[in-house]
């Protein structure tokens, strides 16, 4: 093993009054010891499980229905230690997973995260890498991380270098298939929680839309911003008018008002918009290049990216590269649990998305979810890795 490759892993780990108790073997110990001895632990096993969960009531956006969400989750087992990772997405992307991905995963150094993201990003290359492909990456990595921060008893967001101690939560539902009283129930209660932002979807009957936002604004009146997502249901004409209506409201975020590959159209919302109101887009974006090229384009004022994604953990943390490079502030989409970590270690993230499916389903399926309090999302420091665990016997019921 070269000796930068022994004194970064060195680096990584935590001598503090842990490593000094005489006679005790802790596992990053035993991981250093194995280092030494030129024994790199290897990822031994992937196991692939697939959980539908059905949403609590009928959910649209602007432009799309659904009555569940699906979960892939994957279990990379290396050392004694097992690293988890997830992405919703459809089962098909396990079955890439198990006949594509696996055999690029084990045997490998569990340590060597970039080079089995670089693996399996080229494996993929004649399947197309938007869409299943990246997901299935990203579930894939995301267990790589985890396990890799695991085996150092690492919180993951120590491993990526921490930034900052908390990032901001805004809840995201009010969706269009709600009842105004619904929708007012549902956003007033997450700015009683202390949520400063919260975000309702828009775009299905562009006729009513200013109705709704009216109502969701009565609901939080000064305790937190309202947000709106038109899942690109409008045109350019269309959402120009509604922004200015909206601005009415104090709306001061407008999410995907055109659709997210009509660049110039997002554009030209962007630099004609009230001025109090950023433009937001990206969470379609399957690889770095996507991402460049919106904001080369200058579409959007906070670009959204989601490791579930962007090919995981890996994915993600080249687009807050990128963020930092341009100048704009980066916000998580969806999936908290994942994102609470990854966000406190880059410095233009701005905000995760508290999403209301995925922050219902993660309670469910993990010990240690991402709970916001005060508006806040904070990493578990006492937790290696993520700082979940798989509940199996809740999960089970869900299983197809």
Known sequence: MANSQYYSVLGLLSWGAV??????????????TNIEGGHLPKIERVDVSVYRVPTDGPESDGTLAWDSTTLVLVELASGGMSGLGFSYASKSTAVLIREKLESRVVGHNALDVQGIWDGMVQFVRNLGRPGISSMAIAAVDIALWDLKARLLQQPLVKLLGQVRPCVSAYGSGGFTSYSLQRLQEQLGAWAQSGLRAVKMKIGREPQRDVERVRV???????????????????????????AEAFADYGVRWFEEPVSSDDLQGLRLIRERAPVCMDIAAGEYGYDIVYFRRMLEAGAVDVLQADATRCAGVTGFMQV??????????????TAPSIHQHPCCALSRACNVEYFYDHYRIEQIFFDGAAHAVNGELTPDLTRPGLGFEFKRADAKRYAI
Do not use: M, T
């Open 216 to 242: 969701g604004h009565e609901a939080i009146r000064d305790r937190a911003e309202l947000f709106v997502d038109a899942n690109g249901a409008y045109s350019c004409k269309q959402a120009l008018s509604q």
């Open 320 to 333: 807050g590269a990128l963020c930092e490079a341009f100048q704009i502030p980066l916000s998580a989409h």
């Open 19 to 32: 490593g000094k108790r005489a006679g005790v073997k802790w596992p990053h110990e035993r991981l250093l």
